[in-house]
């Protein structure tokens, strides 16, 4: 189903959902912890639109390998903050000059990085590498899965354009002074979750700043409902039953939702990572909720500086120049 206000519903896809969460709804009750890492190792499957052939299925592989490559690279920049914030500045350069050189660098630039700043928030460790491997496992189970979907005669969406040249010089010098802030004011304040804001500045700017803005919009008020669902969520002290139910419901509304103008993923997927804290974590719920807030409306506010603003000064005084010599 398909309204005008911008969200896509398929039922289909919400099958598809329940069958890729299956392994954590049956693991949650016995386990909450592994049972919300199974949960976790599916996200980028479930939030990837299906492609209508079985074939080109197999980019979900590709899709969940970067994932983890992501995530063990920041994971590893995590344990020197000095080094973290250089690297992810330069990686940020390195993945929007190499952009437009084909569907793959698009996925480093749109996928890794945004898996970087979140690994941030996991210094190496056998956890880390743990959630790592979730991932791989989740991605193969769920390209196992997705092959006993039917086709469809539907072609590919085609890929977004990507600017070239000095542009995307420009962009990602913008994109990595923003997450490089980002980081470093999550290690300055010694942050729980460093690479939460981090991932937000990856994940929100664009090089469009018309994109920026409506995706800061966008993800700032679905993480903000995430988060305060998972909140409320934890507040009712859920059995260990209902969590796997309520995990398994969410990860297939992700999935059916996937193909919306609305930027509702977010949602989604910061309600089972933040759960996935909660489980593990002492803190109140609220404190919880607040921290994420905070850090989500850091990331947003940094992205619309430097995605949004700064091209626009740029673009004022490039104006000017022009006229001055004229």
Same mark, same amino acid.
């Given at each position: 189903?398909?309204?005008?206000?911008?969200?896509?519903?398929?039922?289909?896809?919400?099958?598809?959902?329940?069958?890729?969460?299956?392994?954590?709804?049956?693991?949650?009750?016995?386990?909450?912890?592994?049972?919300?890492?199974?949960?976790?190792?599916?996200?980028?499957? #479930?939030?990837?639109? /299906?492609?209508?052939?079985?074939?080109?299925?197999?980019?979900?592989?590709?899709? =969940?390998?970067?994932?983890?490559?992501?995530?063990? *690279?920041?994971?590893?920049?995590?344990?020197?903050?000095?080094?973290?914030?250089?690297?992810?500045?330069?990686?940020?350069?390195?993945?929007?000059?190499?952009?437009?050189?084909?569907?793959?660098?698009?996925?480093?630039?749109?996928?890794?990085?945004?898996?970087?700043?979140?690994?941030?928030?996991?210094?190496?460790?056998?956890?880390?590498?743990?959630?790592?491997?979730?991932?791989?496992?989740?991605?193969?189970?769920?390209?196992?899965?997705? /092959? /006993?979907?039917?086709?469809?005669?539907?072609?590919?969406?085609?890929?977004?354009?990507?600017?070239?040249?000095?542009?995307?010089?420009?962009?990602?010098?913008? *994109?990595?002074?923003?997450?490089? +802030?980002?980081?470093?004011?999550?290690?300055?304040?010694?942050?729980?979750?460093?690479?939460?804001?981090?991932?937000?500045?990856?994940?929100?700017?664009?090089?469009?700043?018309?994109?920026? +803005?409506?995706?800061?919009?966008?993800?700032?008020?679905?993480?903000?409902?995430?988060?305060?669902?998972?909140?409320?969520?934890?507040?009712?002290?859920?059995?260990? /039953?209902?969590?796997?139910?309520?995990?398994?419901? +969410?990860?297939?509304?992700?999935?059916?939702?996937?193909?919306?103008?609305?930027?509702?993923?977010? =949602?989604?997927?910061?309600? +089972? #990572?933040?759960?996935?804290?909660?489980?593990?974590?002492?803190?109140?719920?609220?404190?919880?909720?607040?921290?994420?807030?905070?850090?989500?409306?850091?990331?947003?506010?940094?992205?619309?500086?430097?995605?949004?603003?700064?091209?626009? *000064?740029?673009?004022?005084?490039?104006?000017?120049?022009?006229?001055?010599?004229?």
């Amino acid at each position: 189903m398909d309204d005008q206000s911008g969200l896509t519903w398929r039922w289909s896809r919400f099958g598809l959902g329940v069958a890729f969460a299956l392994p954590a709804m049956v693991v949650t009750p016995f386990s909450p912890t592994l049972g919300l890492a199974f949960a976790v190792g599916v996200l980028p499957a #479930a939030a990837f639109r /299906l492609p209508p052939r079985r074939r080109g299925r197999a980019v979900i592989l590709l899709v =969940g390998a970067l994932s983890a490559v992501g995530l063990l *690279l920041g994971s590893l920049l995590g344990t020197v903050p000095a080094v973290a914030v250089v690297g992810v500045f330069v990686a940020a350069v390195l993945a929007s000059i190499t952009a437009a050189h084909g569907r793959l660098a698009q996925l480093v630039l749109i996928l890794v990085l945004p898996m970087m700043g979140i690994g941030l928030s996991f210094p190496w460790s056998p956890a880390a590498v743990g959630l790592a491997l979730c991932i791989v496992v989740g991605t193969v189970y769920a390209w196992l899965v997705s /092959l /006993l979907w039917p086709q469809r005669d539907e072609p590919p969406p085609a890929a977004a354009p990507v600017p070239r040249g000095r542009a995307m010089l420009v962009y990602g010098i913008l *994109l990595g002074a923003a997450a490089a +802030i980002a980081a470093a004011v999550g290690f300055l304040l010694d942050l729980e979750h460093v690479g939460w804001a981090t991932a937000a500045v990856l994940l929100v700017m664009r090089p469009v700043r018309g994109q920026v +803005i409506a995706r800061s919009i966008g993800r700032a008020v679905s993480v903000l409902v995430g988060a305060l669902a998972a909140a409320a969520f934890a507040l009712l002290a859920p059995g260990d /039953l209902l969590i796997g139910v309520v995990v398994g419901v +969410i990860v297939a509304a992700l999935c059916a939702s996937q193909e919306s103008r609305w930027y509702v993923a977010p =949602g989604f997927t910061t309600f +089972i #990572a933040l759960t996935f804290i909660l489980v593990n974590s002492s803190g109140a719920p609220g404190a919880r909720f607040l921290e994420r807030a905070l850090e989500t409306l850091l990331g947003v506010g940094l992205a619309l500086f430097f995605g949004a603003a700064v091209p626009s *000064l740029l673009s004022l005084f490039a104006r000017r120049r022009r006229s001055m010599s004229v």
